[in-house]
């Protein structure tokens, strides 16, 4: 079978699953056409201009693409592609994913989603959430319009969904550090370093013994909740920079607890990958995380107290085991993948 992959935002976890899916459906001839993870905007709204004349002149047995690309406007440009059955995969999408304060707040990247999802023939989730979400967010927004909206458009998208993760590449565990928490996130607004830190100074004043592990994209000038833990607790901060991909590994081997405190999270799969390699994971009790993690790995979404409350007993004890993610990796989830590209 020959298949077009469009992914037109490569990041880390986009480009992960773009590769594996390549990679290990081998027997499938894939074209892959990716553009780099940046200009958000214009990427979601331009990609069918981006690749006007770079898609190749055949015609694929179907279409395997991003919630990133505009599925409607792409097919509309290129008459061949109407018939061709695609499956539109949903790493995050735009009704739940929090706006900055000086970001241009508009609908089209929603617009390119619901249009998108109404083009294709699948529509795939990485998580409940996600789906969820999704749905609910096109009821409310299409409820405010002011009139000539039909009253089904959430239920045609839910009866061709479905759920399925990407999967996760297993970290081997190395020589634990029980007193290393690690941060593994980009340093934005959306991951809320800011209640992170407030964490760690809590931690810090109360005397109680922790390292950190500062990891994930930062800006080239330092944001300010990282700038202030290298300040106030320089001596704790063993680890600090976005790093090779075997260093990173490395260090996800040596942590004993990983954190989010995210305002977005869709599936996680940077926490997934530190559990895999036997880090415990302390997490928001909202978005994806009650979906994949029991009870005892939450905390409630924004407290800062309790947040800091619950590593100082886990640092000062023990923290509970890991919790077990093998269904969700590579190995749990090829047959998944195989029967949804053969379908």
């Not at 981006?50 to 991003?66: G, R, Y």
């Not at 749905?135 to 399925?164: E, Q, Y």
Request: net charge negative.
């Amino acid at each position: 079978m020959n298949a077009w992959l469009l992914s037109p935002y490569r990041t880390d976890s986009h480009a992960h699953w773009a590769d594996w899916l390549t990679d290990t459906f081998d027997h499938i001839n894939w074209h892959k056409l990716e553009l780099p993870g940046r200009h958000f905007r214009w990427r979601i709204r331009g990609n069918p201009l981006s690749w006007l004349t770079q898609l190749p002149n055949n015609k694929p047995d179907f279409i395997v693409a991003t919630s990133m690309v505009d599925l409607a406007t792409l097919k509309g440009l290129h008459p061949r592609l109407a018939t061709v059955p695609a499956l539109y995969y949903f790493h995050e999408n735009q009704f739940a994913y929090p706006a900055g304060e000086h970001q241009v707040r508009s609908i089209e990247p929603q617009m390119v989603q619901l249009y998108g999802a109404l083009a294709a023939e699948r529509c795939v989730f990485n998580s409940r959430y996600n789906l969820e979400s999704f749905l609910h967010g096109i009821d409310a927004l299409l409820g405010n319009m002011p009139d000539a909206v039909p009253d089904n458009v959430s239920s045609l998208i839910r009866d061709k969904a479905s759920v399925l993760p990407v999967p996760v590449k297993p970290v081997a565990p190395g020589l634990k550090n029980n007193k290393l928490i690690l941060w593994n996130h980009r340093w934005e607004y959306d991951k809320q370093p800011d209640l992170f830190v407030g964490a760690m100074m809590q931690l810090h004043e109360s005397g109680v013994e922790f390292e950190l592990a500062l990891l994930g994209a930062r800006p080239a000038v330092a944001p300010a909740a990282l700038q202030q833990l290298r300040d106030i607790m320089p001596r704790r901060i063993v680890y600090d920079g976005k790093v090779d991909a075997a260093t990173y590994r490395r260090i996800l081997g040596e942590s004993r607890i990983v954190v989010s405190t995210s305002r977005h999270e869709f599936q996680g799969l940077a926490i997934m990958e530190a559990v895999s390699a036997g880090a415990t994971p302390l997490l928001p009790d909202s978005l994806c995380y009650p979906e994949y993690y029991a009870s005892q790995y939450l905390y409630p979404d924004g407290d800062v107290d309790a947040l800091a409350s619950t590593l100082s007993g886990w640092l000062q004890h023990a923290a509970p085991e890991p919790p077990d993610i093998t269904p969700w990796l590579q190995s749990s989830l090829q047959a998944a993948w195989r029967q949804l590209l053969q379908g």
